[in-house]
Structure formats: structure tokens, C-alpha cells
């Protein structure tokens, strides 16, 4: 399949079963902004709780905390945001559309080509505005490169002056350095020692796109994990491995996967190191970054003058912190794209023939929106009610869909396409045999169960 086109599908699919679509559509959206509908705020939800799960509840050194988005505008100069929160843009003289300078390296390119005409009429042909075509001439269509603030300014209070000015937070990373000691003291941690948070930030990018790749507001999932400066190069290591080991487990493809190394000079100014995590999206030539992983040093606690003293050794010191980052909605994309697959001709089967193009979500059950589907084999009302019942009983554990319009087969197809991995049906033999068919998503496998063991086969199954 062309990569462009299983992002449209992609696309398609996310607005017409409820994921994700432009939030305030009715009025033409607004650039950046997405809402997650039912299945796709189920979704979400999954991928935040597995990670909450696994980096903060399952882990002794590391607690949670849920800060304020906005907060006292010191805590943005403090840490570097209000004077350094900004990209150099150039900006299109004809249509206005701003784009970031890295993306234009290759203007620089122009000047070898100084000399060659022939070359520097070809290079030309090929530099047009994305936006509106207009082709580069130095100095004439893009502007000189400027900075323009990525944060996104409000007002607390009734008046809008500059004493009440103040930020959406564009990273959750500072609400937790700010919190160190406080969170320190009530948990009374010891070096080295995590806080973790969840939650949304907000970032007036210049050029928004790829879907949810990169939005204007968004979550992140963030640690500050504080260690010895002695220790920062293997703490650095292991949270490098851990968090591409919960992109595996939860079934991401390896061979999708890759780690990218900043070099030295490209590094933002308060990191020594920083590794990122690369998935092979279907767009940036293939890769971009999924999540960072970055040894910020002692550069934020110093900028908020807090420090640390160790109660055994006595010893005082600065901790060096390293940050695995990662986005909730670059998470899900990847997920879902990972788990994108289209099988020709459908996957029938006796019960279910046809022939049309299927499509199947293969996400990890953990991450599935809908755990289990129950539909009854016909809509009459002996079945129904049954299988209404079933439902009933599996909702307070698993999220359960019930579906019985339309035939078997499509209403499989209706499943595997937004990822359910369990469908039961009840037939007329289940109102005999009181059991159930069972079946799994992925192998096809059909299982009968006794309806009185259906919870408890679902959940060995669906490891809840
Ligand atoms: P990029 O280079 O793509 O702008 P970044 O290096 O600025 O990202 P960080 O500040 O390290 O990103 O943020 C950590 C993570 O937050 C990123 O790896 C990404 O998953 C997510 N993220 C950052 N900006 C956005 C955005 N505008 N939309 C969606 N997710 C984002």
C-alpha cells in the first residue's frame, strides 16, 4: 500500500468510527486542534493508564502528581521558556504562512550554486512555498528568519494586563521540578527518585500537521527521574531501554522502531545527551520522533535554586535529572498505524463469507478501545434478550459492545476494524447449551464457552 494513502485511510477510519476528528468541525475546525470521540478517548485512556501503570504504580522509586496547566508565570522565566520558548520562522511574503528555518536549510544551499546557472535554476524550480507555490527567490517570497514565541498567552482575572499575564504550559516537565521539594518531603524520597505526571500541554506551533502528529494542544507523559551526577549516564541508559520496551510490549513493530542519537551540537542548551525514539511514520522521510529521552543535567533544579541533601552521606548536591517524554497523541498514532492492516478479499470464513476488502485493527488488547462485542446471531427477541444480558454482565468488567443490526459477518468486520479482540455470539444452540461462540480477532478461532465462564475466560484472555 502507497504510505500516503494509509494515513488518509487511517484518517477515514478515525472519523467515521468515533477516534478522532477536527475539533469544532460545524465551523471549519481550528488548525491543531483535535477531539477524541468514544472509541478514541478510550484509547487514549488505555495507553495513559499502561504507562501510568508501569512507570509509576508498578515502580517504588517513582510517585505521581496532576499539576495545575496554569501556573505563577515566574516558573516560565525561571526556566528559560518566556526568553527561549521560540523557533527562528521564516515566513512567506505572499500567502503569510510561517515555516520553521531548518526546514528551508536548503535555502542556504543556494549559495554554492552561486557559479553554476544551470544548477541554480534547477535548485530554484524545486523551491516553491509548501503553501502557496510561490517559488523562492532569497530575500523577495521568505522573510529573514525571525522568533516568534510558541507559547500561548492568557490573562488570569478580569483585566487583561500585563500583571495578570501569564502561560498555558507549554511541557508538564516544569510543574514537576517546581514540586520538588514539596513532593520530596510529603513521600520523603531519597535520591534517585521519580515524579511522574500526565497531562496536557499546549505549544503554538508554526506549522501543525500529520494529523495528531503534531498538534497545538496535546498530553504528555513525562518523568523527572533525579539521580547523582555520578549515576546520570546509566540512569540515562536504563530509561532509554525501559521506555522503548513499553513501546514493544504494548506491540509496536521492532523494525518500525529506531533510536536516534542528537548530536552534540544540535542538543537543546540545558542537555547533555538526549536519545530519541524514532517510529517509521509515513511521513518526514520515513522516521520521526515518537518520544525523547533527555539528560537535562542539574539545569532545571539550579534555574528553580533548589537542591538536595543526602540524610545518610550528608553530602549536598544538585541532582541531574533525566526525562523520558513521551506524547499520548504521537503514541496513538503510531499504535494505530502499527496496527493498520487491510486484508483483500476479506478473511471469510464459513460463518462468515464475503469478499469485500477487510479492514483489521490489530492493536495490543491492552489498548483496544472495546474489549468484547456480543452479538446475537439474529435480532429476535429470544436471542436478543440473552444476549442483552450477557452484556450487561460484561460491561461492569470489560468495555462491551453490543451489536445486532445487520449480518454476522459485517458485524465481525465492524469490530475488527476499530480493534475489538473478542466477539461472542449467541445463537439458538446457546439457549440450549446456555454457551456461547467466542471469537478471536487475530487467529479466527472460534471457542465455546459456558456463558456462567464467560468472565473469567475473557479475563484470563484479556489478562484484566
Ligand atoms: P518536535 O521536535 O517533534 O517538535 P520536541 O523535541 O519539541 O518535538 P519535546 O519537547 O521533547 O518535543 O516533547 C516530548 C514529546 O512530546 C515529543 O516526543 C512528542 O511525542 C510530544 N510532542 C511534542 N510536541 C508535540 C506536538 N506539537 N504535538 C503532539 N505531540 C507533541
Redesign the pocket.
Given at each position: 500500500m502507497p504510505e500516503t494513502t494509509i494515513m488518509d485511510k487511517l484518517i477515514s477510519l478515525c472519523k467515521r468510527r468515533g477516534f478522532i476528528f477536527p475539533s469544532g468541525e460545524m465551523y471549519g475546525g481550528l488548525q491543531g486542534f483535535w477531539d477524541f470521540g468514544p472509541l478514541g478517548v478510550e484509547l487514549k485512556n488505555n495507553i495513559k493508564r499502561s504507562w501510568w501503570k508501569r512507570f509509576v504504580q508498578e515502580r517504588g522509586d517513582i510517585v505521581g502528581q496532576d499539576a495545575a496547566i496554569i501556573t505563577n508565570p515566574k516558573v516560565w522565566e525561571k526556566s528559560g521558556h518566556v526568553a527561549g520558548f521560540h523557533d527562528a520562522l521564516v515566513e512567506c511574503k505572499k500567502c503569510h504562512k510561517r515555516f520553521r528555518k531548518e526546514d528551508f536549510d536548503s535555502i542556504s544551499q543556494f549559495d554554492h550554486y552561486k557559479n553554476d546557472i544551470k544548477s541554480r535554476k534547477s535548485f530554484l524550480s524545486q523551491m516553491k512555498c509548501p503553501y502557496c507555490l510561490a517559488e523562492v527567490q532569497i530575500g523577495k517570497i521568505f522573510t529573514e528568519p525571525k522568533s516568534f514565541n510558541l507559547m500561548f498567552k492568557t490573562f488570569v482575572g478580569p483585566t487583561e494586563d500585563t500583571a495578570s499575564e501569564t502561560y498555558l504550559r507549554p511541557?508538564t516537565a516544569q510543574n514537576i521540578f517546581v514540586n520538588f521539594d514539596t513532593v520530596r518531603q510529603s513521600m520523603r524520597l531519597k535520591v534517585p527518585f521519580g515524579i511522574g505526571q500526565i497531562g496536557k500541554?499546549f505549544?503554538n506551533?508554526i506549522t501543525?500537521g500529520n494529523f495528531?502528529?503534531?498538534?497545538?494542544e496535546?498530553e504528555?507523559m513525562?518523568i523527572e527521574y533525579f539521580v547523582n551526577p555520578k549515576d546520570d549516564e546509566k540512569w540515562f541508559k536504563t530509561w532509554v531501554d525501559a521506555s522503548y520496551q513499553w513501546f514493544t510490549d504494548l506491540g509496536l513493530k521492532k523494525e518500525n522502531l529506531r533510536f536516534f542519537e542528537q548530536p552534540k551540537k544540535e542538543l537543546a542548551h540545558y542537555s547533555k545527551a538526549t536519545t530519541?525514539i524514532e517510529y517509521k511514520f509515513p511521513f518526514d522521510k520515513g522516521w520521526?520522533?515518537?518520544?525523547?529521552i533527555?539528560n537535562r543535567t542539574d539545569y532545571d533544579l539550579k534555574a528553580h535554586g533548589l537542591t538536595y541533601r543526602d540524610e545518610v552521606s550528608k553530602d549536598e548536591f544538585v541532582p541531574y535529572v533525566i526525562e523520558p517524554?513521551?506524547?499520548v497523541?504521537?503514541?496513538a498514532l503510531a499504535f494505530l498505524l502499527d496496527a493498520y492492516h487491510e486484508v483483500e478479499g476479506g478473511r471469510s470464513t464459513t460463518t462468515e463469507s464475503n469478499k469485500e476488502q477487510e479492514t483489521v485493527l490489530r492493536l495490543h488488547k491492552d489498548l483496544s478501545p472495546v474489549k468484547v462485542a456480543v452479538l446475537p446471531l439474529s435480532k429476535k427477541q429470544q436471542l436478543s434478550s440473552v444476549a442483552q444480558g450477557l452484556a450487561e454482565q460484561l460491561r461492569k468488567k470489560f468495555t462491551t459492545a453490543y451489536d445486532e443490526v445487520s449480518s454476522i459477518g459485517r458485524r465481525y468486520r465492524r469490530q475488527d476494524e476499530i480493534g475489538t479482540p473478542y466477539c461472542v455470539t449467541v445463537d439458538f444452540d446457546s439457549l440450549e447449551d446456555k454457551k456461547v461462540t467466542v471469537r478471536d480477532r487475530d487467529t479466527m478461532k472460534q471457542d465455546r464457552v459456558a456463558t456462567g465462564e464467560l468472565v473469567e475466560y475473557l479475563s484470563e484472555k484479556l489478562n484484566i
Amino acid at each position: 500500500m502507497p504510505e500516503t494513502t494509509i494515513m488518509d485511510k487511517l484518517i477515514s477510519l478515525c472519523k467515521r468510527r468515533g477516534f478522532i476528528f477536527p475539533s469544532g468541525e460545524m465551523y471549519g475546525g481550528l488548525q491543531g486542534f483535535w477531539d477524541f470521540g468514544p472509541l478514541g478517548v478510550e484509547l487514549k485512556n488505555n495507553i495513559k493508564r499502561s504507562w501510568w501503570k508501569r512507570f509509576v504504580q508498578e515502580r517504588g522509586d517513582i510517585v505521581g502528581q496532576d499539576a495545575a496547566i496554569i501556573t505563577n508565570p515566574k516558573v516560565w522565566e525561571k526556566s528559560g521558556h518566556v526568553a527561549g520558548f521560540h523557533d527562528a520562522l521564516v515566513e512567506c511574503k505572499k500567502c503569510h504562512k510561517r515555516f520553521r528555518k531548518e526546514d528551508f536549510d536548503s535555502i542556504s544551499q543556494f549559495d554554492h550554486y552561486k557559479n553554476d546557472i544551470k544548477s541554480r535554476k534547477s535548485f530554484l524550480s524545486q523551491m516553491k512555498c509548501p503553501y502557496c507555490l510561490a517559488e523562492v527567490q532569497i530575500g523577495k517570497i521568505f522573510t529573514e528568519p525571525k522568533s516568534f514565541n510558541l507559547m500561548f498567552k492568557t490573562f488570569v482575572g478580569p483585566t487583561e494586563d500585563t500583571a495578570s499575564e501569564t502561560y498555558l504550559r507549554p511541557e508538564t516537565a516544569q510543574n514537576i521540578f517546581v514540586n520538588f521539594d514539596t513532593v520530596r518531603q510529603s513521600m520523603r524520597l531519597k535520591v534517585p527518585f521519580g515524579i511522574g505526571q500526565i497531562g496536557k500541554a499546549f505549544r503554538n506551533e508554526i506549522t501543525p500537521g500529520n494529523f495528531i502528529f503534531r498538534s497545538r494542544e496535546f498530553e504528555q507523559m513525562e518523568i523527572e527521574y533525579f539521580v547523582n551526577p555520578k549515576d546520570d549516564e546509566k540512569w540515562f541508559k536504563t530509561w532509554v531501554d525501559a521506555s522503548y520496551q513499553w513501546f514493544t510490549d504494548l506491540g509496536l513493530k521492532k523494525e518500525n522502531l529506531r533510536f536516534f542519537e542528537q548530536p552534540k551540537k544540535e542538543l537543546a542548551h540545558y542537555s547533555k545527551a538526549t536519545t530519541d525514539i524514532e517510529y517509521k511514520f509515513p511521513f518526514d522521510k520515513g522516521w520521526a520522533e515518537l518520544m525523547g529521552i533527555a539528560n537535562r543535567t542539574d539545569y532545571d533544579l539550579k534555574a528553580h535554586g533548589l537542591t538536595y541533601r543526602d540524610e545518610v552521606s550528608k553530602d549536598e548536591f544538585v541532582p541531574y535529572v533525566i526525562e523520558p517524554s513521551a506524547g499520548v497523541d504521537r503514541a496513538a498514532l503510531a499504535f494505530l498505524l502499527d496496527a493498520y492492516h487491510e486484508v483483500e478479499g476479506g478473511r471469510s470464513t464459513t460463518t462468515e463469507s464475503n469478499k469485500e476488502q477487510e479492514t483489521v485493527l490489530r492493536l495490543h488488547k491492552d489498548l483496544s478501545p472495546v474489549k468484547v462485542a456480543v452479538l446475537p446471531l439474529s435480532k429476535k427477541q429470544q436471542l436478543s434478550s440473552v444476549a442483552q444480558g450477557l452484556a450487561e454482565q460484561l460491561r461492569k468488567k470489560f468495555t462491551t459492545a453490543y451489536d445486532e443490526v445487520s449480518s454476522i459477518g459485517r458485524r465481525y468486520r465492524r469490530q475488527d476494524e476499530i480493534g475489538t479482540p473478542y466477539c461472542v455470539t449467541v445463537d439458538f444452540d446457546s439457549l440450549e447449551d446456555k454457551k456461547v461462540t467466542v471469537r478471536d480477532r487475530d487467529t479466527m478461532k472460534q471457542d465455546r464457552v459456558a456463558t456462567g465462564e464467560l468472565v473469567e475466560y475473557l479475563s484470563e484472555k484479556l489478562n484484566i
